[in-house]
């Protein structure tokens, strides 16, 4: 079982500027790994046949 125990109840509710310094250093801090993988690891691993074009059917309970 995993406790976390808060000061308040306000520490529960969403905080943009908390959220948004944990997306500005988790990003730079994960960027450079991702592109990696995006450049090296991708490509080995899968062979682009071709492009496709798909529609998705969408149908109305009317």
């Avoid at 960027?31 to 062979?47: C, D, F, H, K, L």
């Amino acid at each position: 079982m995993l406790v976390t125990t808060f000061a308040n109840t306000a520490d529960l509710a969403p905080n943009q500027a908390r959220y948004q310094a944990f997306m500005r250093e988790w990003g730079a801090a994960n960027e450079a790994a991702g592109e990696e993988i995006a450049t090296t690891v991708y490509p080995n691993i899968r062979n682009i046949t071709g492009d496709y074009l798909m529609r998705e059917p969408t149908i109305n309970p009317e």
